[in-house]
Protein backbone atom coordinates (compact mmCIF):
# COMPACT_ATOMS: atom_id res chain seq x y z
CA UNK A 1 0.00 0.00 0.00
CA UNK A 2 1.41 3.46 -0.75
CA UNK A 3 1.85 6.18 1.43
CA UNK A 4 -1.39 7.99 -0.11
CA UNK A 5 -3.35 4.88 0.12
CA UNK A 6 -2.62 4.62 3.96
CA UNK A 7 -3.35 8.55 5.07
CA UNK A 8 -6.22 8.37 2.71
CA UNK A 9 -7.54 5.11 4.65
CA UNK A 10 -6.72 6.85 8.30
CA UNK A 11 -8.58 10.27 7.09
CA UNK A 12 -11.58 8.19 6.01
CA UNK A 13 -12.27 5.72 9.34
CA UNK A 14 -11.76 8.90 11.04
CA UNK A 15 -14.68 10.61 12.51
CA UNK A 16 -14.69 14.33 13.42
CA UNK A 17 -14.74 15.45 16.58
CA UNK A 18 -17.11 18.72 17.11
CA UNK A 19 -16.17 19.68 20.98
CA UNK A 20 -14.90 22.55 21.39
CA UNK A 21 -14.80 22.67 17.00
CA UNK A 22 -14.94 20.53 14.90
CA UNK A 23 -11.28 18.75 14.52
CA UNK A 24 -9.81 15.05 13.41
CA UNK A 25 -7.62 13.34 15.84
CA UNK A 26 -6.08 10.27 14.64
CA UNK A 27 -3.35 8.23 16.08
CA UNK A 28 -1.37 5.83 14.04
CA UNK A 29 -1.87 8.40 10.99
CA UNK A 30 1.39 7.05 8.53
CA UNK A 31 2.17 3.12 8.59
CA UNK A 32 4.29 2.58 11.32
CA UNK A 33 7.42 1.36 9.10
CA UNK A 34 7.11 4.82 7.18
CA UNK A 35 6.66 6.63 10.52
CA UNK A 36 10.06 5.04 12.50
CA UNK A 37 12.18 6.00 9.09
CA UNK A 38 10.34 9.65 9.35
CA UNK A 39 11.75 10.04 13.27
CA UNK A 40 15.49 8.70 12.21
CA UNK A 41 15.33 11.57 9.22
CA UNK A 42 14.64 14.34 11.73
CA UNK A 43 17.17 17.21 11.43
CA UNK A 44 19.70 17.89 14.45
CA UNK A 45 18.53 21.07 15.87
CA UNK A 46 21.44 22.99 14.67
CA UNK A 47 20.15 22.58 11.35
CA UNK A 48 16.82 24.54 12.76
CA UNK A 49 16.36 28.26 13.40
CA UNK A 50 14.73 30.13 15.72
CA UNK A 51 10.37 30.60 15.28
CA UNK A 52 10.90 34.13 16.96
CA UNK A 53 13.80 35.54 15.45
CA UNK A 54 11.74 34.70 11.73
CA UNK A 55 9.43 36.67 9.46
CA UNK A 56 6.38 34.02 10.22
CA UNK A 57 5.20 35.46 13.89
CA UNK A 58 5.33 38.88 15.29
CA UNK A 59 4.87 40.16 19.16
CA UNK A 60 6.39 38.30 22.32
CA UNK A 61 6.41 34.50 20.77
CA UNK A 62 7.55 31.91 22.91
CA UNK A 63 11.60 31.68 22.27
CA UNK A 64 11.26 27.55 22.90
CA UNK A 65 10.20 26.90 19.38
CA UNK A 66 12.69 26.20 16.55
CA UNK A 67 11.66 25.30 13.00
CA UNK A 68 13.12 23.68 10.03
CA UNK A 69 11.49 24.97 6.65
CA UNK A 70 11.04 22.08 4.46
CA UNK A 71 11.39 23.68 0.84
CA UNK A 72 13.13 23.04 -2.26
CA UNK A 73 16.18 24.64 -1.18
CA UNK A 74 16.13 22.78 1.95
CA UNK A 75 15.90 19.43 0.67
CA UNK A 76 19.47 19.88 -0.96
CA UNK A 77 20.37 19.33 2.30
CA UNK A 78 19.31 16.33 3.19
CA UNK A 79 21.30 12.92 2.69
CA UNK A 80 19.66 10.48 0.83
CA UNK A 81 17.36 8.30 3.58
CA UNK A 82 16.09 11.83 4.31
CA UNK A 83 15.37 12.75 0.66
CA UNK A 84 13.63 9.50 -0.17
CA UNK A 85 11.44 9.54 3.14
CA UNK A 86 10.30 12.99 3.31
CA UNK A 87 9.99 13.00 -0.92
CA UNK A 88 7.30 10.63 -0.40
CA UNK A 89 5.69 11.63 2.94
CA UNK A 90 5.17 15.24 1.42
CA UNK A 91 3.98 14.15 -2.27
CA UNK A 92 1.54 12.29 -0.58
CA UNK A 93 0.10 15.05 1.72
CA UNK A 94 0.36 17.94 -0.81
CA UNK A 95 -1.85 15.53 -3.45
CA UNK A 96 -5.04 16.95 -4.40
CA UNK A 97 -6.44 13.58 -3.79
CA UNK A 98 -5.59 13.79 0.12
CA UNK A 99 -6.22 17.93 -0.08
CA UNK A 100 -9.93 17.04 -1.10
CA UNK A 101 -10.38 14.10 1.27
CA UNK A 102 -9.77 16.29 4.17
CA UNK A 103 -11.90 19.37 2.74
CA UNK A 104 -14.76 17.26 2.01
CA UNK A 105 -14.61 15.95 5.81
CA UNK A 106 -14.77 19.45 7.13
CA UNK A 107 -17.07 20.49 4.19
CA UNK A 108 -19.83 22.19 6.80
CA UNK A 109 -17.54 23.69 8.89
CA UNK A 110 -15.35 25.16 5.91
CA UNK A 111 -18.83 26.39 3.95
CA UNK A 112 -20.28 27.98 6.84
CA UNK A 113 -16.74 30.25 7.40
CA UNK A 114 -16.54 31.15 3.80
CA UNK A 115 -20.71 31.78 3.56
CA UNK A 116 -19.82 34.08 6.85
CA UNK A 117 -16.84 36.15 5.55
CA UNK A 118 -16.60 39.79 6.85
CA UNK A 119 -15.95 42.65 4.28
CA UNK A 120 -11.99 42.15 4.38
CA UNK A 121 -12.16 38.66 4.10
CA UNK A 122 -14.53 39.14 0.86
CA UNK A 123 -11.86 41.89 -0.19
CA UNK A 124 -9.11 39.58 0.43
CA UNK A 125 -10.24 36.05 -0.78
CA UNK A 126 -12.76 36.57 -2.73
CA UNK A 127 -15.97 34.61 -2.35
CA UNK A 128 -15.23 31.22 -4.79
CA UNK A 129 -12.53 30.14 -7.02
CA UNK A 130 -10.27 29.84 -3.99
CA UNK A 131 -6.33 29.78 -4.37
CA UNK A 132 -4.05 28.38 -1.53
CA UNK A 133 -0.65 28.11 -0.68
CA UNK A 134 0.89 25.13 1.26
CA UNK A 135 3.82 25.43 4.44
CA UNK A 136 5.41 22.61 5.18
CA UNK A 137 8.07 23.23 8.53
CA UNK A 138 9.62 20.68 10.95
CA UNK A 139 9.31 21.83 14.87
CA UNK A 140 11.64 21.23 17.63
CA UNK A 141 9.83 22.60 21.03
CA UNK A 142 11.90 22.78 24.48
CA UNK A 143 11.53 23.17 28.08
CA UNK A 144 9.17 26.05 28.57
CA UNK A 145 7.54 26.28 25.41
CA UNK A 146 3.77 27.53 26.29
CA UNK A 147 1.34 28.64 23.93
CA UNK A 148 -2.10 30.91 24.83
CA UNK A 149 -5.41 30.30 23.21
CA UNK A 150 -5.58 32.00 20.02
CA UNK A 151 -7.67 31.13 16.85
CA UNK A 152 -4.88 32.15 13.99
CA UNK A 153 -4.62 34.41 11.21
CA UNK A 154 -7.77 34.35 9.02
CA UNK A 155 -5.23 33.49 6.42
CA UNK A 156 -5.03 30.06 7.99
CA UNK A 157 -7.07 27.54 6.17
CA UNK A 158 -6.13 23.87 7.04
CA UNK A 159 -3.71 23.21 10.38
CA UNK A 160 -2.12 19.79 10.08
CA UNK A 161 -0.01 18.96 13.47
CA UNK A 162 2.00 15.50 12.95
CA UNK A 163 3.13 15.16 16.38
CA UNK A 164 6.30 12.94 15.82
CA UNK A 165 7.74 11.67 19.87
CA UNK A 166 9.38 8.24 20.13
CA UNK A 167 7.45 7.22 23.02
CA UNK A 168 4.51 8.38 25.04
CA UNK A 169 6.45 9.98 27.56
CA UNK A 170 5.40 13.33 26.58
CA UNK A 171 2.13 12.82 25.94
CA UNK A 172 0.53 15.29 28.02
CA UNK A 173 2.18 18.00 25.87
CA UNK A 174 -0.21 18.06 23.43
CA UNK A 175 -2.51 20.82 22.01
CA UNK A 176 -5.03 21.78 24.06
CA UNK A 177 -8.42 23.12 22.52
CA UNK A 178 -10.31 25.80 24.48
CA UNK A 179 -14.32 26.70 24.09
CA UNK A 180 -13.99 30.97 25.81
CA UNK A 181 -16.02 30.96 28.84
CA UNK A 182 -17.86 34.38 27.99
CA UNK A 183 -18.10 35.55 23.95
CA UNK A 184 -15.12 36.87 22.41
CA UNK A 185 -14.64 40.01 20.83
CA UNK A 186 -13.63 39.14 17.08
CA UNK A 187 -11.00 40.89 14.99
CA UNK A 188 -7.54 40.69 17.02
CA UNK A 189 -6.97 36.92 15.56
CA UNK A 190 -3.41 37.18 15.49
CA UNK A 191 -3.35 37.89 19.54
CA UNK A 192 -1.95 34.67 21.38
CA UNK A 193 -3.37 35.12 24.83
CA UNK A 194 -0.76 35.11 28.04
CA UNK A 195 -1.25 31.51 29.54
CA UNK A 196 -2.96 33.85 32.66
CA UNK A 197 -5.38 34.60 30.22
CA UNK A 198 -5.79 31.56 29.14
CA UNK A 199 -6.66 30.06 32.00
CA UNK A 200 -9.37 32.82 33.44
CA UNK A 201 -10.81 33.22 30.11
CA UNK A 202 -11.15 29.83 28.75
CA UNK A 203 -12.34 26.63 29.43
CA UNK A 204 -10.18 23.51 28.03
CA UNK A 205 -12.37 21.53 26.55
CA UNK A 206 -10.13 18.76 25.26
CA UNK A 207 -6.83 17.46 24.16
CA UNK A 208 -4.69 16.01 21.52
CA UNK A 209 -2.08 14.35 23.47
CA UNK A 210 1.04 14.22 21.93
CA UNK A 211 1.40 10.26 20.75
CA UNK A 212 3.74 8.67 18.35
CA UNK A 213 2.22 8.70 14.89
CA UNK A 214 -0.38 11.00 15.76
CA UNK A 215 -2.16 14.23 14.31
CA UNK A 216 -4.51 17.18 15.12
CA UNK A 217 -6.29 18.42 11.63
CA UNK A 218 -8.87 21.43 11.73
CA UNK A 219 -9.86 23.96 9.77
CA UNK A 220 -9.46 27.80 10.69
CA UNK A 221 -12.97 29.68 12.55
CA UNK A 222 -13.25 32.11 14.42
CA UNK A 223 -13.66 29.57 17.37
CA UNK A 224 -10.69 27.52 16.56
CA UNK A 225 -9.28 28.58 19.68
CA UNK A 226 -5.93 26.46 20.65
CA UNK A 227 -2.78 26.27 22.15
CA UNK A 228 -0.02 24.69 24.78
CA UNK A 229 -0.62 24.65 28.52
CA UNK A 230 1.73 22.00 29.70
CA UNK A 231 5.16 23.16 29.95
CA UNK A 232 7.83 20.20 29.16
CA UNK A 233 9.34 19.58 32.46
CA UNK A 234 11.92 16.97 31.25
CA UNK A 235 13.67 19.22 29.06
CA UNK A 236 12.75 16.58 25.84
CA UNK A 237 12.60 17.34 22.60
CA UNK A 238 9.23 18.34 21.36
CA UNK A 239 9.20 17.31 17.34
CA UNK A 240 6.27 18.01 15.20
CA UNK A 241 5.68 17.69 10.89
CA UNK A 242 3.66 21.11 10.23
CA UNK A 243 1.72 21.27 7.14
CA UNK A 244 -0.99 24.49 7.24
CA UNK A 245 -2.63 25.83 4.18
CA UNK A 246 -3.65 29.94 3.34
CA UNK A 247 -5.90 31.34 1.14
CA UNK A 248 -4.07 33.28 -1.37
CA UNK A 249 -5.10 36.79 -1.73
CA UNK A 250 -6.74 38.01 -4.69
CA UNK A 251 -4.30 39.60 -7.04
CA UNK A 252 -5.94 43.52 -8.09
Do not use: C, W
Amino acid sequence: MTTLDYISNSINNATVENDPFDYLYIINFFDPKIYQKLLKSIPNKNEYKNLSESNYVTGDYPKERYIYDISPESFKNFNEIQKNIFKDIIDSLLSPQFFNLVVSKFKSTIDSRIKNFNDEEIKLFGTSDFKFDARIQLVKDYTKYQLGAHTDSPHKFLTFLFYLPEDNTLSNLGTSLYKPITPQLKGNYNQHETIEDTKQKYTEISRANFLPNSVLIFPRTDDSFHGVSSINTGNKERNLLLLNYYFKEKIS
